[in-house]
């Protein structure tokens, strides 16, 4: 069985870092991309970005390219999102997605709070 | 950002059929389909098929999808209470490199 954890519920303020994670099992990690989806409060789904951890190639949205960094450590299984300078406006939910033919098995979800 | 175009909200009755539309270009739905998702309210969305119109297990046979041209559909035959939920289709854009989501369909069941 495909599974996806992701890392849980992160309060920060404003500048500073942070690193979330997703943990994948029940499929070989490196045959397939793992793509990063945000979802703010109310609203649609957005496509953030994705890596293939057999090489670490990764695509990013124009929207994001610049504003975070997608990586993946084999080794573990594991994928990463991470900013180096957080702003209010990140305040969303964030999944994790295996893709093939789109984002087939995705995470539990992230929920990153933002705030002074 | 070029996106996909989904209408905002659809509703129709119990037991009847919907079909969701979602409008791309030719360098997205396009060129190598769409996939659609369901994502009831507080949960993970979930799969229900993939750019080849493939439908993974467990999926109802309920649920179908088609495309023509830059436009993909979603039809749901004898709606029921469950199926009222958020659907979204999403494509892979050789423009952009990226892949882009529609902005969502509400589907409530009357």
């Known amino acids: 069985e495909v599974q996806l954890v992701q890392s849980g519920v992160e309060v920060k303020k404003p500048g500073e870092s942070l690193k979330i994670s997703c943990k994948a099992s029940?499929?070989?990690?490196?045959?397939?991309?793992i793509a990063w989806v945000r979802q703010m409060s109310g609203e649609g789904l957005e496509w953030m970005g994705m890596i293939n951890p057999g090489d670490s190639d990764t695509r990013y949205s124009p929207s994001f390219r610049g504003q975070v960094t997608i990586s993946a450590d084999k080794s573990i299984s594991t994928a990463y999102l991470q900013w180096n300078t957080l702003k209010a406006s990140d305040t969303a939910m964030y999944y994790c997605?295996?893709?093939?033919?789109?984002?087939?098995?995705w995470g539990q979800g992230t929920l990153v709070t933002v705030s002074s | 950002q070029a996106g996909l175009t989904q209408p905002p909200s659809v509703s129709t009755g119990l037991r009847q059929t919907a079909t969701l539309t979602c409008t791309g270009n030719?360098?997205?739905?396009?060129?190598?389909?769409a996939a659609w998702l369901q994502q009831h309210q507080g949960h993970p969305p979930k799969l229900l098929f993939n750019r080849n119109n493939n439908r993974p297990s467990g999926i109802s046979e309920r649920f179908s999808a088609s495309r023509s041209g830059s436009t993909a559909s979603l039809t749901i035959t004898g709606l029921q209470p469950e199926d009222e939920a958020d659907y979204y289709c999403a494509a892979w854009d050789r423009s952009l490199s990226a892949w882009v989501f529609g902005g969502g369909t509400k589907l409530t069941v009357l």
């Open positions: 030719s360098n997205n739905v396009g060129y190598e389909g």
């Open positions: 997605a295996k893709h093939s033919g789109g984002p087939a098995d």
């Open positions: 029940g499929y070989s990690f490196t045959d397939y991309w």
